[in-house]
C-alpha cells in the first residue's frame, strides 16, 4: 500500500494563486527598501551552530532545527555520553549547523566575513525564509519568510526615523492600518537598575515582552519565579500600566529614571526620535510602549513593533537597535538598526481584511482555442505579438473539446479567449470573448493588442 504524501507541520504547499499574492507583498516591500537606498544580499539556508547559539536567548535556542552531522554522526559519542542522555551535549557532537533562526544575526556575520568589502554604512535588505521549531499555530509557522532591512555602520537616530517611514509606506501600499509600537532596551535597562535587578535584564524583558498575550497579572507570576521579589514586581506596576501622552510617559518614565545614567540616555534617544518622526509627518499611529519589550537579547536601543488595527492577528513587523552583534564575531564597535516584516502574518491579515487587489491574483490574460493544425499556425503569430507587447497570453496545447477548452480558462480565470476558425483565418480577423461579462467581437487580428489593453 503506497503512503500517503505529507508535509511536516507548521509548514505549508502555495498555490500559484496563492504565490501571486505573496509576490505582491514581497515586490511592494521591496520596491520601498530599494526607494531608500537599501541593497539586496542574500546568505545560506544553514548556518554554523556556532553562529546562532547564544544569540536570541534561552527561548530562541530551544527553538533552532538543527542539522545531524553527515556520515558518521555517532562517531564521536561515547556509550556513557549516549546513556547519560544530556542533551545540549549531544547535540553539540551529533550537530555542527542548523537553519536560520532570522536573518539578522547571519547578516551581522556576513558584515564581518564581507567587512573589506562593504561601505559603510551598509544598508542591506534581505527576503528569504527562517526556520523555527515552534509550536505551529495560527499565525505562526516553523518555515516562514522575513523581509528584512538593516542598517550597520552608524549611530544616528535617522536611520531609526527611516525604518519607521519605511513601516509607514509598506502598509499604506497595502492599504492596511497599523500601529507603531516604539521603545528603547536602554529604557528597560535603567528600569532593571532602578528595581534592584541590574542582573535580571533578560528576564525581565522575556516576561514583560508576554504582557500583550498573557495580561500583567501572568507577568507578575513569571517575573516572580524568575527571581525578583515582590517589592521589585510591585515598583514595576505603574511602569507597566502608564498612560499618557509621549511627552507626559517621557517626563515620568525620565524622572522614574533619573539615577540611571543608561536608563536617561534611552529617554534623550526617545524624545530625539519622537521628535524627528513628527517633523517627518508619518502618517500611521505611532505609540510610546513602555512595556515593549522584544524578547531578542541582542537589542540595545530603540526596538520597533507593528500591529494591524483592523483585525486580530500578532506583531506583523519588528527590530531595533543592536550594538553589539558584530563584536561577537570579532568587530567590535559597529552599531545597527533593523525591521523585518513577517510577510507570512501581513498576508493572512490581507487575507482577512480582503485587501489584496485584483492585480494581485494576475493570471493569464489571453487563451487562445486550439481549433486544429491551420488554426495553430495562423494563431502562433498573433499569440507571439501579444506576448512581444507585455500581454499575458497562451495557447491551448491540444485540439480538445470546446467545453474542456473553455472549461480551463474559466478554472484559471482566464479574462479574455481568442477564437479562430476559418472564417476568421479568411479575413485577417479574430473573435474575442470577454469571459466575465460573456460579450464577443470581431476584430482584426492586428488590432488585437490594442483592444485588450
Not at 337 to 353: K, M, T
Not at 380 to 402: C, F, H, Q, T, W
Request: glycine share 8%; with cysteine; aromatic share 8%.
Amino acid at each position: 500500500m503506497s503512503q500517503k504524501p505529507s508535509i511536516p507541520k507548521g509548514t505549508r504547499d502555495f498555490s500559484p494563486e496563492e504565490m501571486a499574492k505573496r509576490n505582491y507583498i514581497f515586490n511592494t516591500i521591496r520596491d520601498v527598501f530599494y526607494l531608500y537606498g537599501f541593497m539586496p544580499i542574500e546568505t545560506p539556508a544553514m548556518e554554523n551552530l556556532s553562529t546562532l547559539m547564544g544569540k536570541y536567548g534561552e527561548e530562541g535556542d530551544k527553538l533552532l532545527f538543527k542539522i545531524l552531522n553527515s556520515g558518521d554522526f555517532l562517531g564521536k559519542v561515547t556509550d556513557s555520553e549516549m546513556a547519560d542522555r544530556n542533551l545540549p551535549r549531544l547535540t553539540n557532537k551529533l550537530c555542527e549547523k542548523g537553519l536560520r533562526y532570522d536573518l539578522t544575526v547571519p547578516f551581522a556575520r556576513y558584515v564581518v566575513m564581507h567587512q573589506n568589502e562593504i561601505s559603510f554604512p551598509f544598508k542591506r535588505y534581505q527576503i528569504q525564509p527562517v526556520w523555527r521549531a515552534d509550536k505551529p499555530q495560527r499565525g505562526r509557522y516553523r518555515e516562514f519568510y522575513q523581509c528584512d532591512a538593516d542598517v550597520v555602520g552608524s549611530n544616528s537616530l535617522l536611520n531609526e526615523l527611516e525604518l519607521v517611514q519605511i513601516i509607514d509606506e509598506v502598509f499604506r501600499r497595502l492599504s492596511v492600518n497599523v500601529l507603531v509600537k516604539i521603545n528603547n532596551r536602554k529604557i528597560l535597562s535603567g528600569i532593571a537598575e532602578v528595581i534592584g535587578h541590574p542582573d535580571k535584564l533578560t528576564d525581565i524583558t522575556v516576561a514583560i515582552d508576554k504582557l500583550d498575550k498573557i495580561g500583567q497579572e501572568k507577568v507578575n507570576a513569571e517575573l516572580a519565579d524568575r527571581g525578583l521579589d515582590a517589592n521589585a514586581i510591585e515598583n514595576l506596576q505603574p511602569i507597566l500600566s502608564l498612560n499618557g501622552s509621549t511627552e507626559q510617559k517621557l517626563d515620568v518614565i525620565a524622572n522614574v529614571l533619573a539615577s540611571s545614567e543608561t536608563g536617561c540616555k534611552g529617554v534623550e534617544e526617545l524624545r530625539q526620535l519622537f521628535g524627528y518622526i513628527n517633523a517627518a509627518n508619518v502618517q500611521c499611529a505611532i505609540e510610546l510602549d513602555l512595556s515593549l519589550a522584544r524578547g531578542l537579547n541582542y537589542y540595545t536601543g530603540a526596538i520597533f513593533e507593528v500591529k494591524a488595527l483592523d483585525t486580530p492577528m500578532g506583531s506583523i513587523t519588528g527590530g531595533g537597535r543592536y550594538d553589539n552583534l558584530t563584536g561577537i564575531f570579532g568587530l567590535p564597535g559597529v552599531s545597527g538598526v533593523g525591521i523585518s516584516f513577517g510577510a507570512d502574518r501581513i498576508y493572512d491579515v490581507l487575507e482577512q481584511l480582503n485587501a489584496f487587489p485584483e492585480t494581485a491574483s494576475a493570471t493569464t490574460k489571453v487563451l487562445f482555442v486550439n481549433f486544429g493544425t491551420a488554426e495553430e499556425a495562423y494563431c502562433l503569430p498573433v499569440l507571439a505579438d501579444l506576448r512581444k507587447n507585455g500581454i499575458s497570453a497562451e495557447i491551448y496545447p491540444e485540439s480538445a473539446k470546446m467545453k474542456k477548452q473553455m472549461g480551463y480558462a474559466d478554472k484559471k480565470g482566464i479574462k479574455y479567449v481568442v477564437l479562430v476558425g476559418s472564417d476568421e483565418m479568411m479575413a485577417g480577423e479574430v473573435t474575442l470573448k470577454n469571459m466575465v461579462s460573456g460579450e464577443q467581437e470581431r476584430i482584426a487580428a492586428s488590432q488585437l493588442v490594442q483592444t485588450i489593453k
